[in-house]
């Protein structure tokens, strides 16, 4: 009989380092909190930044296109994309139908993000230095996979 010693029986407290989502969780804390700070000077977070970018690479979209492309619901994306709006970085307006709305980048927006790049540049060369090119390679590949079981539910 094949068992871990990690892991638990159902009435004892499961060993979270067999918990892909806590694990998952716990990485992206601490990889968010390492580009935040480098992120720090150009004023924006690693979440702010990854949404600026997002919006520039599928260009103009709506609320529901934008959350599938961050993989976010939409109401955690409408948070998130409040302060951008009040900052002037993106514009959120109504689409053809009042009920759907529509997200631009705003030339500030492209700037502040151009801005910012060096900075995520250089978090990303941090990263790659500590687990070296072949590990930050799989690592990419891995999440990529993580996700897709994730969305096939």
Known sequence: ??????RSSRTETPDLRD??????????RAVTQLYDDVLRPSGLRATQFSLLAVIRLTGTGTITALADAAVMDRTTLTRNLKPLAEAGL?????????????????????????????????AQRRM??????????????????????????
């Not at 918990?19 to 992206?28: D, E």
């Open 90 to 122: 993106v514009a959120v307006r109504e689409g053809e139908d009042a009920r759907v709305r529509k997200v631009t980048l705003t030339a500030a927006g492209r700037t502040r993000l151009a801005a910012a790049q060096p900075y995520w540049e250089q």
């Open 128 to 153: 790659t230095d500590a687990l070296g090119q072949p590990r930050m390679d799989s690592l990419l590949a891995d999440l990529s996979s993580a996700v897709a079981a994730g969305l096939a539910g």
């Open 1 to 6: 009989m094949a068992s871990s010693s990690r």
């Open 19 to 28: 918990c892909a989502c806590f694990s998952v969780r716990r990485a992206a």
